[in-house]
């Protein structure tokens, strides 16, 4: 029987890089062109549930959860430091685990600094760049941002516990459901996951952490436009326009750095697979196809 009849599955592993037990889900040929999935807050590779097995028809693809995040697991003894550097350097050693020497890299939310910290490092190793909601610019920051631009400037006591809010099942589900034209089309069981995981012991000093450090991937962007300059990979960039933390205007930004990069904005929120995971499936298949030739 053909494969529109037997959808391919994930399977899923786990790795040690970084003193770090990474948990990954994969799917595709052994031998075929390697797409890299980050995630973003508050998710994990769980948002990329529907997406890689309309990838996995063409490509090998690999999605990790980030430390914080999932279900990898990070030693008390690692004595980790939850920072966008710190991330991103397990997320370089993950790749070296795996022996990935070439990919084609898709990032959402955190995802994109961390991923781009791995292609503003190794240029030579990114084949294409998908961002879907993720920011490299500025002017992609919204008025959602205004309470955590608050804490970077004086991360108090009182201000941390204002940005705890961010946490709750509540603050989530907006996160899911905000611009969506139908909000009960977004499964809850993302939602729920998310919240679940992030109620494990230590995990909301976690994120309070990387909200803090945050404001230290805005100092990275000019090295992440310098990588857009220098390296013109084929690029798509792909996004929920009604998202209130990263905003159409950090979509369009893109083309300032790569003329021919691809934009389109998306009739959607933050979330976008969670609507429109054809649609985006449909278009990195036109990209790849492009950065593969």
Do not use: C
Not at 52 to 69: E, H, K, S
Not at 80 to 104: N, R
Not at 172 to 185: I, R
Not at 261 to 277: I, N, P
């Amino acid at each position: 029987m053909s494969n529109a009849s037997h959808p391919i599955r994930a399977s899923f592993h786990s790795v040690e890089a970084d003193g770090v037990k990474v948990f990954y889900r994969e799917a595709g040929p052994r031998d075929a062109p390697v797409m890299l999935l980050l995630h973003g807050f508050p998710s994990s590779s769980h948002m990329f549930r529907e997406l890689i097995p309309l990838l996995a028809t063409q490509y090998r693809v690999i999605a990790p959860d980030l430390p914080g995040f999932g279900f990898t697991e990070v030693p008390a003894e690692r004595n980790y430091v939850y920072t966008f550097d710190s991330l991103a350097l397990t997320m370089e050693a993950f790749v070296d685990a795996l022996a990935l020497e070439k990919y084609a890299l898709y990032v959402f939310d955190y995802g994109a600094p961390t991923g781009l910290r791995l292609a503003a490092a190794h240029p030579e190793r990114v084949t294409a760049l998908v961002s879907q909601n993720g920011n490299a610019y500025l002017e992609g920051l919204g008025d959602a941002w205004a309470p955590l631009k608050r804490y970077w400037a004086d991360p108090s006591p009182e201000n941390r516990e204002t940005i705890r809010g961010f946490l709750t099942l509540d603050a989530t589900k907006w996160q899911y459901v905000h611009g969506v034209a139908n909000p009960d089309s977004v499964a809850p069981e993302a939602y729920h996951l998310d919240v679940a995981l992030m109620q494990r012991p230590g995990n909301q000093e976690i994120q309070l952490d990387l909200f803090l450090d945050y404001a230290n991937n805005l100092e990275q962007y000019p090295r992440f436009q310098q990588f857009f300059r220098t390296a013109q990979v084929p690029t798509l960039v792909i996004w929920g326009k009604h998202d209130p933390f990263f905003i159409p205007p950090g979509a369009e930004a893109f083309r300032r750095d790569n003329p021919n990069a691809v934009v389109q904005l998306l009739d959607t929120g933050h979330f976008a697979l969670e609507t429109h995971v054809d649609v985006i499936a449909a278009e990195i298949h036109k990209l790849l196809a492009r950065a593969t030739r």
